[in-house]
């Protein structure tokens, strides 16, 4: 843990302040220096993985964390859930090698509101976290272009927008799945059957040609968070 600088905070108290959580620290220090030449936010801290990255964010209170799901314990999205859970409106942006289709998903369901793959150039990691602290979704170019091909980006389904194929039924479907509640949950509200709850999805995956559960509960979850 480094502990905040409390000059520097004074100084930069207009800007948000933010939390960078990660394993390694030499990764730390490169977000560090990344952010602190964007200019525009005050790393308050850093944290290693475990229990006490929740009690340096308990502690700072920042506004925005950087956390990466490789963290060496595994549990890089649960910490997510319950940094999320300890300060509603912190902004999340989760970091990672994996796979963005599959993660970018989970970290969305956990409660993060950006994902950026390693890969990426440290320019594009700096506008996620831009993007994330105006209050919007940041995922990469490529998977934002995928998922609003298909799942579109307005409230109510057009004549050119994919959720125009489905039902009144079927888009309540889609949107409770976005929202990562379970086929027990959704059978419950909508009070019908789990099966018919599963019939219901499969018929979605079909009109939107969605090839996997996974796919569907992802895309589900981009097109619910981008028109809350």
Not at 69 to 88: A, H, T
Not at 120 to 143: C, D, F, K, M, Q
Request: proline share 4%; hydrophobic share 40%; charged share 25%.
């Amino acid at each position: 843990m480094t502990q905040p600088d409390t000059d520097r905070q004074v100084q930069d108290a207009a800007k948000p302040r933010i939390q960078i959580i990660g394993e390694h620290s030499v990764a730390r220090l490169g977000f560090r220096i990344l952010l602190e030449r964007d200019g525009n936010f005050e790393v308050c801290g850093e944290s290693g993985a475990g229990p006490q990255a929740l009690e340096d964010a308990d502690l700072w209170q920042p506004e925005l964390a950087i956390v990466d799901i490789s963290l060496g314990n595994g549990m890089g999205i649960d910490l997510v859930r319950e940094l999320k859970r300890r300060q509603p409106a912190i902004k999340i942006v989760v970091t990672s090698m994996h796979e963005e289709s599959l993660y970018a998903g989970l970290a969305l369901h956990a409660g993060a509101a950006g994902y950026v793959n390693k890969r990426l150039s440290p320019e594009e990691v700096a506008h996620a976290v831009r993007t994330v602290n105006s209050g919007r979704i940041y995922l990469s170019p490529h998977i934002t272009q995928q998922m609003l091909a298909i799942s579109g980006s307005t409230d109510s389904p057009g004549p050119g927008d994919p959720l125009a194929r489905l039902t009144h039924r079927e888009i309540e479907v889609f949107e409770l799945t976005g929202k990562g509640w379970t086929t027990r949950r959704i059978a419950a509200q909508l009070s019908i059957s789990v099966h018919t709850v599963e019939s219901y999805r499969e018929r979605i995956r079909q009109k939107l040609k969605i090839r996997s559960s996974a796919d569907l509960a992802f895309r589900a979850t981009v097109w619910t968070l981008m028109n809350q």
